[in-house]
Structures are given as structure tokens and as C-alpha cells.
């Protein structure tokens, strides 16, 4: 029971804002279904831009890397037929959900899934944590890493784990059969102080 498909999606960027004029870079996505990653999608994407120095740093993806990759339309109208109809995951998906729309918006595209966000869903079910960073997050509760960060698919990857733990966690803490997608889009609005009695009241 309580087979729970979602597409959990990472970006890296040029920068942080698609206002800006700022571009994905790559793409990581996985498939959950049942509880485990079924199926993964996963390419570098040419902006049409150079990249700071900043940012090939701090992702390991080179300006020479990006030359050769497929353009941005061409990877997001694959990435559109990966994601389908699922509902999607992201870490911070405000982030996430606004490239999306960016850069759908430019190839005519408009998203109709609905985002959780494993960010806002772990402050509330991980409150002693030391932080909610991915990387954190993946530390404190040992899961599954190749100890890649900052790429696409392995940050995409570490989400999906993160998000299953979080599902496992709430059954087995709480006595929910079944955590539906939209119980963990209201948890992740809950005031945290809230939190318990929210649980509570959907344990019912």
C-alpha cells in the first residue's frame, strides 16, 4: 500500500535568479516509485553563456564542458517527457521550481505538476539537525552518498533518499499508513511549533 511516485529534480545554474537573465546548467532527475529510484535522467545543457569562475568551481562543470553539450531547449523538452505527469521534489524547491518555469516558459512549455519541497518538509521533521543543507542533512541521517556534491544527479539522488528516510520516518514515528504527496506539501507550511499536532490530526 501506499505506492507514492514522484520525480525528484536538481539544477545547476549560472547564478541564483532566472530574472537576472541567469541559465541551468544541468540537470539531474530521478524517478521514485514504491519507495526506490526506478529511473534517472541527467544531462549538461549549453546556456548560450560563459559561466563565472565562481560557479565552475563550485560545481566542477567547465565552460569547455558546456561547449559541447546539447543546447537548453533540447534537454528541457526531454526533461519534459521524463517528468510527465509525476509530481515533483526538489531541495529548496523555490529554487528549482522558478528555473523550471523559466526555462519551459522560453520553448513554450508551462508546468503543471505540483513541487514539495524537502527542505521545508525536513526543518519540521528533523528539528534538532544542525542545519537543513542537503549535505547536512545526508550526514546526520547517514544516508546514501557517493560524496558528490553540487552536481545534478547526485544532489537529485541525495534528495530522493532524503525524502524516502523522511516517509519511513513519519510511518514509523507516527503510526501513517500512508504519507500522501500533499500531506507533505501541507507539513512543509506548517508552523513548526504546530508540527506535532499536525501529525496528530492526520494519524487519524
Not at 565552475?56 to 569547455?64: A, D, P
Not at 519540521?124 to 542537503?134: E, G, S, T
Not at 524516502?164 to 512543509?188: E, N, V, W
Request: proline share 3%; glycine share 6%.
Amino acid at each position: 500500500m501506499g505506492n507514492f511516485t514522484a520525480v525528484v529534480i536538481d539544477f545547476e545554474t549560472t547564478g541564483l535568479s532566472p530574472n537576472m537573465g541567469d541559465r541551468t546548467i544541468e540537470v539531474g532527475a530521478v524517478l521514485v516509485d514504491n519507495n526506490r529510484i526506478v529511473d534517472k535522467f541527467q544531462s549538461l545543457m549549453n546556456p548560450g553563456m560563459r559561466i563565472s569562475a565562481f560557479i565552475e568551481e563550485y560545481t566542477g562543470i567547465t565552460n569547455k564542458m558546456l561547449a559541447s553539450a546539447a543546447p537548453v531547449p533540447e534537454v528541457m523538452k526531454n526533461l519534459a517527457r521524463f517528468i510527465g505527469r509525476h509530481h515533483l521534489v526538489a531541495h529548496n524547491a523555490s529554487f528549482d521550481s522558478k528555473f523550471l518555469d523559466a526555462e519551459f516558459g522560453r520553448i513554450s512549455l508551462k508546468r503543471s505538476n505540483e513541487f514539495a519541497c524537502s527542505l521545508l518538509s525536513a526543518r519540521r521533521i528533523y528539528q534538532d539537525a544542525p542545519n537543513h543543507k542537503l549535505e547536512t542533512l545526508v550526514r546526520y541521517k547517514n544516508l546514501k552518498t557517493d560524496g558528490t556534491y553540487h552536481r545534478a544527479l547526485a544532489d537529485a539522488e541525495m534528495t530522493a533518499h532524503l525524502w524516502l528516510r523522511m516517509i519511513a520516518d513519519l510511518k514509523s514515528h507516527h503510526g501513517l499508513q500512508q504519507i500522501p504527496f500533499q500531506l507533505m506539501q501541507q507539513l512543509g507550511k506548517t508552523p513548526k511549533k504546530k508540527v506535532a499536532e499536525f501529525l496528530k490530526r492526520n494519524c487519524s
